[in-house]
């Protein structure tokens, strides 16, 4: 993995598109100051998701896009591209080539892209982490940070250290873990605190959820329902898949049959090859002796000419020299004449090798003398020039110490001028500490103990607010809890008021029906206490829906039998009026018609539904009362009715309309005074919020008259120490300029004998050298 390009588009100084390549292996970054080097280092750290402006050379991230120039106008946005070759596979992602790019526009808004595709920060962090670099590695060190990872301390090594072993990324995902946990645990323990609140209002939810249980036979046939056409669309499915997967089968039959007859292509391929492979050599071997064999064959046919040609040339001399023939006396005269002349040549030879070696011998004895007097020449040239050379550095001592005389001198009149300029600001130091220290003696500290007790008194004040208004909070949130619950409650008794039968389907019918009058419930009136009875007496009429006229009701009836809604019970206006009394009742017992009002024309309805019902406490007295008027019947105050042939009652019954509407009015009493309640409670909660607002201004009004008198008194005491210590710092350094003033004289002293002894080593080198051997003249080093 290795980067690859480098996009910069309005990024710092980069106005236009800007884009650096580069190759594996280390690439340099060179040019002038102000170039811009620095830049591509802040684009690559930016790009990799950087959020900190200092880290970038700015004061905020708008900084980055480019803030134009005389004769360019700024941009409104900075761009950079980073493409990373992911040929290895390094970074956890299908691609070979990564490019990461985030934009920043002026208004501060930013994007970042992946491929292309728009990402999160998150997403390019957690790419970056997995391969060790990103923008909380060290892989780039900026300016000024290189120190810092040179001198850090075990700590910061060790981070380094976790860093290069990847450990770094597995404690960030640590923390992160451990945070979701702390916020996890806050919201575990705020369920808790629910279901703790939860379980004391499940009293009240217990008949709501008797109510739901009512409910659940109808759900239970819908759900049956809907199973059943469920199980008819399962079966059509399965016999899809099984189509589905018989034609898979024959599909992966097919395709395993193609990849065998593609291995055994391939197989043979490889074969082949190896056999191209094998066969290469032996067939550059023939074609290698076929090129030396005609050469052969071009030289042989080149050489047969050639023979053939002197053959034929032979052939007509032979024929000249047998035509003209030759005396044999005078070959061997020629034969004695060149014997001769070899002798003489021989002779010659030897004389003339004889000169030559002689000659080379005193070539050789020349160059012995000829290197010997350059080396006499070098020597004499090398001890002129160690000559010279020591007459430059006696020179040079000379001035030097001279030099050192004078700066010795000067240094001697500058430390004495200092010595008594320091004695001088410790004597002025010295002084001054005296009359701020008696300034000092002369205040009174009775100021910072008022000041310290009004403090205390403001503090005690603020804790006692604040207690005050922790209870305040208290109260004000336990009577939201309890109107939460009852708000709860309301809804869930309102909910049971919503009919799902017969009733509900006349009362959402109401526009289409005459004379609807509404839920008997919602239109009777009954006294406090009584509603159990009440509704006990009244039997399915408690859960009625009130018409005006029987012919309202038929209209009912049918409407019901039409839409197959089930059935209703109706409570028929305008009913004749009968009496209700039949004697006087025992203590205790009242009439039922007694507990109920309502609308006129219910009253007649209501007198016949509760004729000859009284209301008593106990079962005891309901029998009682039957045992001695069998025309009679009396229902107790848990709901229970007794006559003298019929009975009803028991325990576990569901609530009628007529105690639910009795519940929910009840509840919205509740509600109404909780309300006063909780608005009483803000306005206490304010007042002491505003009081303790007024106290903690206090409070930090005396607290910042304390920290001002204590810094006075930390100028003061600072003003003390610094001319102390100025007054101490000047004696002091008035001790070692004397010191350093005499260590001068002393060096002064010891400079102007080196001086002079250098002068006189000088003069004694320019004697001898004037005196000495002169330079060998040209005539001699050419010899």
């Known amino acids: 993995m290795h980067l690859k390009s480098l996009t910069l588009r309005g990024f710092k100084s980069f106005a236009s598109s800007t884009t650096l390549r580069f190759e594996p292996g280390i690439t340099c970054v060179v040019g002038p100051n102000g170039s811009g080097k620095s830049n591509v280092v802040d684009a690559l750290s930016w790009v990799m998701g950087e959020q900190g402006a200092k880290s970038l050379r700015g004061g905020k991230m708008e900084d980055v896009i480019f803030a134009g120039t005389s004769g360019r106008p700024p941009l409104g946005r900075a761009e950079v591209s980073l493409t990373i070759d992911n040929g290895d596979g390094a970074l956890p992602i299908d691609y070979a080539e990564v490019t990461i790019t985030r934009t920043m526009f002026r208004n501060g808004g930013s994007e970042y892209a992946l491929n292309g595709e728009t990402c999160r920060l998150l997403d390019i962090q957690e790419l970056l982490s997995d391969s060790g670099i990103g923008r909380e590695m060290h892989v780039i060190v900026g300016q000024g940070r290189l120190d810092s990872v040179l001198h850090a301390d075990p700590m910061g090594r060790r981070a380094f250290i976790e860093e290069a072993a990847g450990v770094l990324k597995h404690r960030k995902r640590k923390e992160k873990a451990l945070r979701k946990l702390d916020a996890m645990q806050a919201n575990l323990n705020r369920v808790q605190d629910l279901v703790g609140e939860l379980r004391r209002q499940l009293g009240p939810l217990g008949r709501q959820a008797r109510i739901a249980r009512r409910a659940a036979g109808i759900q239970a046939d819908l759900r049956d329902a809907r199973l059943r056409l469920l199980a008819d669309d399962l079966l059509t499915l399965r016999r ?46 023939a074609r290698q002796t076929w090129y030396r064999l005609s050469a052969l064959a071009e030289r042989t046919r080149g050489t047969i000419g050639l023979a053939e040609a002197r053959a034929r040339h032979a052939a007509a001399g032979g024929g000249a020299e047998e035509r003209r023939g030759r ?6 005269r020629e034969a004695a004449r060149v014997r001769e002349e070899e002798a003489a040549l021989t ?18 004895e020349l160059e012995r003398d000829l290197a010997a007097e350059d080396r006499r020449l070098r020597d004499a040239a090398r001890a002129i020039a160690d000559r010279r050379e020591g007459l430059a550095r006696l020179q040079g001592q000379a001035a030097a110490a001279r030099s050192r005389a004078a700066a010795a001198e000067a240094e001697t009149g500058r430390l004495a001028e200092a010595r008594d300029e320091a004695l001088l600001r410790a004597r002025a130091a ?27 008194a403001a503090r005690e004040r603020l804790a006692e607010l604040e207690r005050d208004l922790a209870a305040a909070r208290e109260a004000a949130g336990a009577a939201e809890r309890e109107r939460a619950g009852l708000t709860a409650r309301h809804e ?12 509900g389907a006349l009362l959402d019918a109401g526009e289409r029906l005459t004379g609807l009058l509404g839920p008997a419930a919602a239109l009777l009136r009954i006294e406090a206490g009584c509603e159990v009875p009440v509704a006990a007496a009244l039997g399915a009429a408690a859960d009625a829906v009130a018409v005006a006229s029987p012919a309202a009701a038929a209209e009912a009836l049918r409407l019901l039998r039409a839409e197959d809604a089930g059935r209703a019970a109706l409570l028929v206006a305008g009913a004749p009026d009968v009496p209700y009394a039949i004697g006087a009742l025992p203590e205790g017992a009242r009439w039922a018609a007694e507990l109920v009002d309502g609308p006129v024309e219910l009253t007649a309805a209501l007198r016949g539904l509760l004729a000859g019902v009284a209301v008593v406490g106990t079962l005891d007295e309901a029998l009682a009362l039957v045992a001695g008027h069998p025309g009679l019947a009396a229902v107790t105050a848990d709901g229970d009715r007794l006559g003298a042939g019929f009975a009803h009652g028991g325990s576990g019954g569901a609530p009628s309309l007529l105690e639910t509407r009795a519940a929910v009015d009840e509840a919205a009493r509740a509600i109404d005074e909780l309300a006063v309640r909780c608005a009483e409670s803000a306005e206490r909660l304010a007042e002491l919020t505003a009081l303790r607002r007024a106290s903690a201004a206090e409070l930090e009004r005396l607290a910042e008259q304390r920290r001002q008198a204590e810094r006075a008194r930390a100028e003061v005491a600072g003003a003390l120490g610094r001319l102390g210590g100025q007054a101490r710092a000047a004696a002091g350094e008035a001790e070692r300029l004397s010191a350093a003033a005499a260590r001068a004289e002393q060096g002064l002293a010891e400079l102007l004998a080196a001086a002079e002894e250098s002068a006189e080593r000088l003069a004694v080198a320019q004697e001898s050298a004037e005196a000495g051997e002169d330079e060998p003249d040209q005539a001699e080093q050419q010899r």
């Open 492 to 503: 869930a008794l309102s909910l049971g008021l919503r009919r799902k039968d017969g009733t």
């Open 327 to 332: 005396d044999p006396e005078e070959l061997e």
């Open 240 to 285: 899809a898949v099984e189509a589905e997967v018989a034609d898979e089968l024959a599909l992966r039959l097919r395709r395993t049959t193609v990849e065998q007859e593609l291995a055994r292509a391939v197989q043979r391929e490889s074969v082949l090859e190896a056999q191209v492979q094998r066969l290469g050599p032996s067939l550059e071997s």
């Open 430 to 456: 010295q002084d001054e500490y005296e009359q701020l220290d008696a300034q000092v003696d002369g205040g009174s500290g009775g100021g910072a103990e008022e000041a310290e007790a009004e403090l205390r």
């Open 347 to 364: 002779e010659a030879l030897e004389e003339a090798q004889y000169a030559l070696a002689e000659a080379v011998e005193r070539k050789h």
